[in-house]
């Protein structure tokens, strides 16, 4: 009789799970209503905030139909995983509607002018203490912001530290702007400009910003020299080579491009140089150059591999020597809910903006290109956004960026080693990266993935595991520590000394992940990132800080390096029109780990919907950056949607010159589980080209797209399994 009412009983419980799973994503969907209605209420008053949230419906119809792949084809627990990311998603925007709606009016509580503090703004007088004297007057006297009159306000910085010309710390609720014709001209072009730390609800608005002299030296190859190993440069543009910028900077490097020019007369038709040196093209170590005559300059460059300078760089390219630096013109540090709208920018010696573990961050109606007295057009050093470890990503929206010398976007989660373990219990670094402290972010994370043995630049993913509680302890390091200087990735030295107290953060998991590979005794982050090859420890990627529900909707990118990676978790790039000239618009990484920059890629539900792409090439999916196991569904990309987008190839690249590399198909998926590939249009005027489509170890759909050119035909390799396909 017992065992009849317990099978019963479980009987029961099973048949409401499965009521319970049927109805709640139903039930998701009328919170997700409720929550764009509450928001459009607030257009008046927060336009932004408003698009951000109607912006994100097509992330929730994304988990919605992940969610029900996984139920389908997967298993019941990634199902529950997936559903459980979703709602924690939109519990969190529910919340972030409660902070948004409750910001005090700015405008309200009255600007000080900071001419009023000692700025001159005549272009000449250094300006930086009197609007930081501005700033501070107004954070200790509740004003609501900062004005600065049109003017050139001219801002010094220390050059030989990262001392920013405007710092604001802890600060919350202030607006700092300016009007037409406000003019903020950096002294250098080494960031950070601006560098705000533990903020929230800080805005810059209505200026431009620039620096007193380009990033760059540029000219054509004219010749190599008789050793074989340089190159000689006839300069034409920028900065001249010997400027000390480049002694100055963290990152100088050369890259190769087109020297042909488009009809303005300084924009390169295309962004890099021929294939075969393609992946030689960022050159970071190498001797200054030194002049030569006139206005020739010579210069080493690493070989490498390469038994001829020709095998690098090609005569009659065009080479730039980018003046490049690690950080941004905006650098924000552990702040959230912070804005940039209407600001313009150039002359960038770095990032534009650099986010770390900052949620929430808008940045709209904004302009970066190259300055018009530009000869040739470059308007920064590296990327336009990067962000690391965001729990909740913000909206990038309706902004013009033109003329980067780096990628589009950068968005990354973070990986850690396992210091020690108590079966289901382990502990992480707090400082997991130097710069970023995991306790800030321990309560945001409800999942886990277990990343096995770390050895190679790439990993295989994963196994996810919910985090039940986490809480900020301290750890004893061992007598025992890594002798640093004579330790490196092939050998460890250790050494003796007595213990110390390191913090940590300990994870509860729902279950025992077995024995797991430890960084100890080796506990701080010095230690175990110099032996990251030589002691294999298992990694955790936290998963639940990338960037999800970051809306990139109604941009113009143009005339860039940039690449668009596809990465972050619950993501969505929209509307958006990409008038490219480099290869490769999708490119696409996943179970990757660079170490060098403690970056880590996991990206799924990820969607491009409705964008207008022109590109060079007619390859748009590159994934050359992955590793999985063709037999495990579980190391697989999951829940990729490339719905209705248009991408036009106009053939400029150097390979259809030369009838090179035509062979290359227009997509290409390796390892990817629910890949939707439906109504895009394709147009390849007047080539003959590879396959349209190249798939392996891919399930998804795969149906209406127009494919208008002359494509030959598909090439299906093994495990692929593709439903309503056209």
Same mark, same amino acid.
């Given at each position: ?46 336009? @932004? ?309 900052? @949620? ?151 279950? @025992? ?214």
């Amino acid at each position: 009789m017992i065992l009849k009412l317990l099978y019963t009983f479980a009987l029961y419980a099973a048949c409401i799970s499965v009521i319970h799973a049927a109805s709640l994503p139903e039930n998701l969907g009328k919170r997700v209503a409720q929550l764009e209605a509450q928001a459009e209420t607030m257009r008046i008053t927060d336009s @932004d905030f408003a698009d951000w949230v109607k912006k994100q419906s097509s992330i929730h119809a994304a988990y919605r139909k992940a969610y029900e792949y996984d139920l389908k084809y997967a298993s019941a627990p990634e199902a529950e995983s997936l559903l459980l990311e979703w709602e924690n998603l939109i519990k969190r925007m529910e919340d972030e509607l409660n902070v948004f709606r409750a910001m005090p009016d700015l405008d309200a509580r009255g600007f000080v002018n900071v001419t009023d503090f000692g700025a001159k703004a005549d272009g000449m007088t250094d300006d930086a203490a009197a609007i930081q004297k501005a700033i501070d007057f107004a954070v200790a006297n509740g004003k609501g912001g900062v004005f600065l009159p049109k003017g050139r306000y001219l801002l010094k910085r220390n050059q030989k530290t990262r001392v920013a010309a405007i710092r604001l710390r802890n600060v919350k609720n202030l607006k700092i702007t300016g009007e037409e014709g406000t003019v903020l001209v950096m002294e250098s072009n080494k960031p950070p400009f601006f560098h705000m730390t533990e903020c929230e609800n800080v805005r810059f608005e209505n200026f431009h910003v620039t620096a007193l002299k380009p990033i760059f030296s540029t000219g054509i190859i004219v010749d190599y020299t008789a050793d074989g190993k340089g190159i000689v440069m006839r300069h034409d543009g920028g900065v001249l080579p010997s400027d000390r910028q480049f002694d100055e900077c963290e990152m100088p490097n050369f890259r190769t491009y087109d020297a042909n020019l488009a009809e303005d007369g300084k924009t390169p038709i295309l962004y890099t140089g021929p294939s075969h040196i393609r992946r030689r093209i960022a050159t970071w170590n190498f001797q200054r150059m030194k002049h030569v005559k006139d206005d020739l300059y010579s210069v080493q460059v690493p070989m490498g591999k390469a038994k001829h300078a020709s095998e690098v760089f090609g005569k009659g390219l065009r080479l730039v020597h980018f003046a490049r630096n690690h950080w941004a013109a905006f650098t924000w540090m552990h702040s959230n809910r912070c804005r940039i709208k209407r600001v313009s920018l150039d002359r960038v010696g770095g990032l534009v903006i650099r986010n770390n573990q900052g @949620d929430a961050m808008f940045v709209t109606d904004c302009t970066v290109a190259a300055a018009p007295e530009e000869k040739f057009s470059f308007s920064t050093c590296a990327d336009f956004y990067y962000t690391r470890t965001a729990s909740l990503g913000g909206f990038i929206g309706r902004n013009i960026v033109r003329n980067l010398g780096d990628d589009l976007f950068n968005m990354h989660s973070a990986m850690t080693p396992v210091l020690l373990q108590e079966k289901n219990v382990i502990y992480l670094p707090e400082h997991y990266i130097p710069e970023q402290r995991l306790s800030e972010k321990m309560h945001r994370l409800h999942a886990v993935d277990i990343v096995p043995h770390y050895g190679d630049r790439l990993v295989n993913a994963s196994r996810r595991y919910r985090v039940l509680s986490a809480e900020k302890v301290v750890l004893q390091h061992p007598a025992t520590y890594l002798d640093l200087r004579n330790s490196n990735d092939r050998k460890i030295v250790t050494l003796e000394k007595a213990e110390s107290p390191v913090p940590a953060i300990k994870l509860v998991l729902d279950r @025992d992940p077995g024995t797991l590979e430890c960084a100890s005794p080796f506990l701080t982050h010095q230690e175990y990132s110099k032996i990251r090859n030589a002691k294999k420890y298992d990694l955790v990627h936290l998963v639940d800080l990338y960037s999800q529900g970051q809306v990139i909707a109604e941009n113009y990118f143009a005339d860039t390096v940039g690449r668009c990676w596809i990465a972050g978790s619950g993501v969505v790039l929209k509307n958006n029109v990409f008038n490219m000239r480099y290869p490769h618009f999708f490119y696409c990484s996943w179970n990757h780990y660079i170490p060098t920059w403690d970056e880590a890629f996991y990206p799924r539900v990820v969607t491009y919907e409705g964008n207008c792409v022109r590109m060079p090439e007619y390859t748009t999916f590159c994934m050359e950056q992955t590793k999985y196991k063709p037999d495990d569904p579980s190391t697989w990309m999951r829940h990729i949607y490339i719905l209705n987008n248009r991408l036009i190839f106009d053939l400029t690249s150097f390979n259809y010159a030369q009838k090179k590399f035509t062979h290359l198909p227009l997509f290409e998926a390796r390892g990817v589980a629910d890949l939707e590939l439906i109504g895009n249009t394709f147009l390849l005027p007047g080539e003959d080209a590879g396959p349209r489509l190249v798939l392996q170890d891919v399930t998804g759909i795969v149906k209406d797209n127009k494919y208008l050119g002359r494509w030959t035909a598909d090439v299906i390799g093994k495990n692929v399994s593709l439903h309503d396909k056209k």
